[in-house]
């Protein structure tokens, strides 16, 4: 008995295992703790470079995928590891994973043949703008020399977003980034000349689009065009806005899950419609000639029901 009971002495407690479990956890770490660095300049220029090609690559093919997701929800779940790596992982096999686990389950709002909102647009100027806000990295300040002396901002911040000062109406955001200086490097970079052609391009674009509907009987306008937008339907048979609603649901679902195009709807004055707008960087003429054939083949399949 007494050579059981020091025998049982001597085992490790399940604290002495968790203990050397994490020492060893320790030892593989360790080699790559002596460098570690979180912002080292040359792996920063390095693997910066490898992003910018990865995102380069992506705007190249980002017209070969579906504008729309086609996974199941829950579907990245079942691609996600258990619990996070305990040591650093190469850039390499994480670019992998967004390509290959990300990227399939993302709408691709830059894809040129996106037509269903207006959305914050990506241009080379605007990612060397951000890059620098990120770079910086500095976060808005409420003017602290005069915190002692001016509760009126006090009493603004605390029902606002953004406190106005009395010497000269300035108005202080604080709790957004340095976004004002990617607007200056954009308006800098690509001049006032070539802003307000991409702009009435998109009109003219949607001038065509628009043309393309009232000239098909089969389709109508329901509004009048404004700016890029175009807002239309597929005629129903008859004039009952539910078999009108009916219709033109079925009609979006076409093009959206077809992969090729991603359009939006709206309800304006009680009749469903949808909604064309242009305004992607990428989107050229042959994308809304494309858009609108396609709306022709799908409009064709349902009349045909």
């Given at each position: ?76 779940s079942e691609r996600l590891p258990h619990s996070a790596p305990y040591c650093s992982e190469p850039l390499q096999d994480i670019l992998k994973d967004v390509n290959d686990c990300i ?157 090729r195009a991603f359009v939006s709807h709206a309800v304006v004055g009680g009749i469903y419609v949808i909604r064309c707008a242009i305004g992607t960087t990428l989107t050229q003429r042959h994308h809304v000639d494309a858009l609108w054939k396609l709306m022709q083949e ?8």
């Amino acid at each position: 008995m007494f050579f059981l009971l020091h025998a049982l002495d001597s085992l490790p407690s399940s604290h002495d295992l968790q203990l050397e479990s994490n020492l060893d956890f320790d030892k593989m770490g360790s080699e790559s703790r002596k460098t570690f660095l979180p912002l080292d300049p040359m792996s920063f220029s390095n693997e910066s470079k490898a992003v910018i090609d990865f995102i380069a690559d992506y705007y190249e093919n980002v017209e070969k995928y579906p504008v729309r997701s086609t996974v199941e929800p829950g579907y990245l779940s079942e691609r996600l590891p258990h619990s996070a790596p305990y040591c650093s992982e190469p850039l390499q096999d994480i670019l992998k994973d967004v390509n290959d686990c990300i990227l399939p389950g993302l709408t691709h709002w830059q894809s040129p043949n996106f037509f269903a909102y207006f959305q914050a647009n990506a241009s080379t100027a605007g990612f060397l703008g951000e890059m620098l806000c990120s770079g910086f990295n500095v976060e808005p300040k409420l003017l602290t020399d005069s915190l002692s002396t001016d509760p009126e901002i006090l009493r603004n911040t605390a029902t606002k977003s953004e406190a106005v000062v009395d010497y000269k109406d300035w108005q202080i955001a604080l709790s957004r980034r340095f976004r004002a200086l990617k607007l200056w490097i954009v308006i800098r970079r690509h001049g006032l000349s070539n802003l307000m052609y991409h702009i009435r391009s998109d009109i003219g674009m949607a001038k065509r689009f628009e043309e393309f509907v009232r000239k098909d009987e089969r389709f109508e306008m329901v509004v009048p065009r404004k700016f890029a937008l175009v807002c239309f339907r597929l005629r129903p048979r008859a004039e009952e806005e539910d078999q009108g609603r009916e219709l033109n649901s079925k009609l979006v679902e076409a093009i959206n899950s077809s992969g090729r195009a991603f359009v939006s709807h709206a309800v304006v004055g009680g009749i469903y419609v949808i909604r064309c707008a242009i305004g992607t960087t990428l989107t050229q003429r042959h994308h809304v000639d494309a858009l609108w054939k396609l709306m022709q083949e799908k409009a064709q399949s349902l009349l045909m029901e």
